[in-house]
Every structure is written in structure tokens, then in C-alpha cells.
């Protein structure tokens, strides 16, 4: 007999099937209740929800364990570029050598944006917001290739994931040339994802940027950290819109929009922000410490906790270490590092953080990164979006895949006015 809760309701008592996992929690089905009882539960922040069920990516927050598609984050840091990671995220396996030429060929196919859509870029002006913008061209991307509503069979849907993936990379670096008034640079054809990037980012016209090697694998691993992380808030706003049946491009368009804001992926800019604001006034990292700590100052110590990790955070132990090598190999140093430093030694002795299991996250060392690659501080938060939309992706995927799926529609405790009547204008006081 399988296993079940008991619940006691107005002295009645009901069964509640247990949902079961293949490792760690379990599920109580609750989507009888309100049918049974009249009740339906309340997790305000849904941390007690199980949106779905998914064989994408697992997250232990106890033990600060990661694994996308049963691989530990770990291994896939050591091992994965990030189009391997992609792949398995998205796919559910690792790549053959076959899957893989054929997946980069799909991605090399869809490197240049549609001419047309390249005068969008002319209406952004130059300090338009580059998440803004990168929300509105991936959004726009569903104009110029109509297979994607209705994808037909399993080859449109792979090539939809190409594309976005690929016109994703290529809308965040015109959009940060657009941004400072240079020629927008065309993809080039003979290069990897990555340095393809930086290529688009950093080369002029008759000026071509090569990347260190050391640049293209940090940032390789700096977007295999991010491609996915469960059920987020951007990933969980994926997820919602594409239940409505919504496209992949739309779907994914929204997460981004999610993602912008400074308690989720918008924290890596905040971090640095922060950073830069203790170095430049000379702040004692102790005093910014009571800052953080009280409540009526309205700051956080930004890149610190994290609604499922009580531990440390596997991707910013990576990135830590990744950060001391990368300015070690590339022979430069950043104040700014001291300062996090500084700022982590302090908070993890203190019984603020400690009771509150409040660890660093995968911002608090990111941003290191991205600065000694060179990319510009308003672009932390697309970088961030180009390395989840393998996980944005694999979500819809899954949605997509899923026979049983329903609209997503949370119910709400209303705690508004019962009933009032209508007065005309003339009466209201
Ligand atoms: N600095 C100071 N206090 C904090 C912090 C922080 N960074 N994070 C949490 N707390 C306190 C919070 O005030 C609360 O205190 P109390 O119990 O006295 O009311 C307690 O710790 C629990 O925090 P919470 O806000 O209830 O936790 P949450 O799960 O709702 O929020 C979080 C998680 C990540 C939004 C939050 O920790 C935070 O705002 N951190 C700073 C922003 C940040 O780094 N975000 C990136 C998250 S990781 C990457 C991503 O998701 O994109």
C-alpha cells in the first residue's frame, strides 16, 4: 500500500497521495483539497510549492549539491563547454560527437539575425537598458520564424532551440554595440560559440579581438554555471507562460524579463555595485556589515542567500576559485576581489548570517569574472540570461512534452471588501 498523509479538517480526517521522487523531497498531492474539503493552502513565495514535476536539474540546498540531468555541477565545470552543458540541459543526455556537430551546425545556421531585424537596433537609443532591449528582440524573434507556434514535430522544436539559443548571443552583443554607437559586427562562421561571442562583443571593423584562450574558457564555464537551476522565479515565469501554450521564443522572452530583477539575476550587477561603492568611500566592510544587518536601511549584502541553499552555494565555490585563476593567468588584479573577500570572511563569522544559513550565492564572485573578460557592468544581467536559456528551454520542453499539462492558475486567498454598492460621482466624499 503506498504511503499517504493524513489531514484533519472541522473533524474530518482525509488521505493525501504522497508524490514520490527519484531523490530528495516528496511531493503531498494536494490537487484534490479544495474539491474534498473546501480549502486550498497558502505558501506565500511558493517555498513550500512543487510547481511541477521535472527530470531536468537537482538541487540538495542542505548539502549544496547541483546536478543538471543527474551530473554534479562539478564535474560539468571541470569537463562541459557550455553547448555541451547546453545540450544535456535541454536534451537530457550527453552529446554524441554526431549530435553535437549537427546541434553546432543548427546554432552556426542561425549565428546572423534576420537582416530586417537588425533596424531595431536603431531604435534603441544609446543608453537604452540592454535587458530591456534583449527581452524585446528575443520576443521579436517569434516575427521571423512562424514554425514556432504551431512546431509540428520534434526537428522544429530543436531547431526553435538553436535558434534562440544562438540569436540570443548574437542580440546581446548588437545590442551593447548599438549601445556605444559602434557598427554592429556579423557572426563569423569558423568560430566556437564563445569566442564567437566575444568576437561580436569586443572586434571592430579592420580591428578582429582575439580572445585569450583563458577568457574563452572562463566565460565557457561562467555560462555552464548558469544554464539552469530549477524552479526559479524566471524559470517558474517560463514555465507559466508556456502552460498558456505560448511559444518558445515568448516563453523565454518573459523569464528574461523575470530574471532582471535585483533579488534574482539582476543581483550580479548589484553585487558589483556594492563592491565598487565599500572600495571607492573607503567603508569598513565591519560597518557595512551593521548596515546590511539592519532592517530599517533597506540593504542587503547582495550576492548572499538564497531561498534553497542553507549551505554553500556550489557555483560560487567554482567561481571563486575560477576567479583567482583566471587574474592570476591573465596577470591582473581587482580591488574589487579583496573587497568580496573581505566581505565573506566577515559575514560568515557573524551570528546574523549564521543563523540565517546565509552563504554566498552564484553572484557574489561572478562579476569578478565578467570584469577582467571586459564585459561592461550593464551587460552582467544579459550574460547571466545568455548562460539560462538552456534551462529557460529544457522547461518549455517540458511543458511542451507533457500530455497532462494544465494551464497554470494558482488560486488566492482573497482578503478584499465582501460587497459595496456603486455611488454616483456626485455623492462620493
Ligand atoms: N543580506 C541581509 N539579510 C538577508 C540577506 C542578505 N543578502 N538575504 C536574506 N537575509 C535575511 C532576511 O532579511 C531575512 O531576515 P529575517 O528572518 O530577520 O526577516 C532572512 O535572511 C531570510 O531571508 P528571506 O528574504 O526570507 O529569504 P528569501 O528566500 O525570501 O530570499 C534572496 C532569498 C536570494 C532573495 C535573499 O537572500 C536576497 O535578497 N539576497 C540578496 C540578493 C541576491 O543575492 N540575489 C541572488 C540570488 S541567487 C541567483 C538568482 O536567483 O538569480
Known amino acids: 500500500m503506498s504511503e499517504t498523509a493524513k489531514l484533519t479538517l472541522d473533524g474530518k480526517e482525509y488521505e493525501l497521495p504522497i508524490i514520490e521522487s527519484s531523490v530528495g523531497d516528496k511531493g503531498i498531492d494536494i490537487s484534490g483539497l479544495r474539491a474534498e474539503t473546501g480549502y486550498i493552502t497558502a505558501d506565500s513565495g511558493y517555498g513550500n510549492t512543487g510547481s511541477c514535476q521535472s527530470k531536468i536539474t537537482f538541487i540538495d540546498g542542505e548539502k549544496g549539491i547541483l546536478r543538471y540531468r543527474g551530473y554534479p555541477i562539478e564535474e560539468i565545470a571541470k569537463n562541459s563547454s557550455f553547448i555541451e552543458a547546453a545540450y544535456l540541459v535541454i536534451f537530457g543526455?550527453?552529446?554524441?560527437?554526431e549530435e553535437r556537430d549537427d546541434f553546432a551546425k543548427l546554432l552556426e545556421q542561425n549565428a546572423a539575425l534576420p537582416q530586417p531585424m537588425l533596424k531595431h537596433f536603431d531604435g534603441y537609443g544609446s543608453d537604452g537598458q540592454p535587458m530591456a532591449i534583449l527581452s524585446a528582440m528575443v520576443n521579436s524573434l517569434t516575427a521571423y520564424d512562424p514554425s514556432v507556434m504551431h512546431p509540428k514535430d520534434e526537428s522544429d522544436v530543436t531547431y526553435a532551440a538553436a535558434n534562440l539559443m544562438s540569436s540570443v548571443r548574437t542580440i546581446a552583443a548588437a545590442s551593447y554595440k548599438a549601445s556605444i554607437g559602434e557598427p554592429i559586427m556579423p557572426p563569423r562562421y569558423d568560430m566556437k560559440y564563445v569566442e564567437n561571442f566575444l568576437h561580436m562583443m569586443f572586434s571592430k571593423p579592420y580591428h578582429e579581438y582575439v580572445p585569450e584562450p583563458e577568457v574563452a574558457v572562463a566565460l565557457n564555464m561562467f555560462l555552464a554555471l548558469h544554464a539552469d537551476h530549477e524552479q526559479n522565479c524566471s524559470t517558474s515565469t517560463v514555465r507559466m507562460v508556456a502552460s498558456s501554450q505560448a511559444n518558445m521564443y515568448a516563453s523565454c522572452a518573459a523569464g528574461i524579463t523575470a530574471l532582471w530583477g535585483p533579488?534574482?539575476?539582476?543581483?550580479?550587477?548589484?553585487?558589483?555595485?556594492?563592491?565598487?561603492?565599500?572600495q571607492e568611500e573607503g567603508l569598513d566592510p565591519e560597518k557595512f556589515m551593521d548596515l546590511v544587518k539592519d532592517k530599517k536601511s533597506g540593504r542587503k549584502l547582495m550576492g548572499f542567500g538564497h531561498r534553497v541553499y542553507k549551505n554553500f552555494d556550489p557555483r560560487a565555490k567554482i567561481l571563486k576559485g575560477a576567479c583567482f585563476d583566471m587574474l592570476e593567468k591573465l596577470n591582473v588584479s581587482d580591488p574589487l576581489l579583496d573587497v568580496a573577500l573581505k566581505l565573506e570572511e566577515v559575514a560568515l563569522k557573524d551570528d546574523y548570517f549564521v543563523e540565517r544559513k546565509l552563504y554566498p550565492n552564484v553572484d557574489f564572485y561572478s562579476?569578478?569574472?565578467?570584469?577582467?573578460?571586459?564585459i561592461p557592468l550593464d551587460m552582467f544581467t544579459v550574460m547571466f540570461a545568455i548562460g539560462r536559456m538552456p534551462g529557460w528551454i529544457a522547461n518549455w520542453k517540458e511543458v511542451h512534452d507533457d500530455p497532462?499539462?494544465?494551464i497554470y492558475r494558482p488560486r488566492q486567498i482573497y482578503t478584499g471588501e465582501v460587497e459595496r454598492h456603486w455611488v454616483p460621482r456626485s455623492e462620493r466624499s
Open 404 to 406: 497532462k499539462a494544465r
Open 93 to 97: 543526455k550527453l552529446c554524441t560527437q
Open 263 to 278: 533579488l534574482h539575476g539582476g543581483a550580479n550587477v548589484a553585487v558589483v555595485q556594492m563592491l565598487q561603492e565599500i
Open 367 to 374: 562579476g569578478i569574472i565578467l570584469r577582467a573578460i571586459g
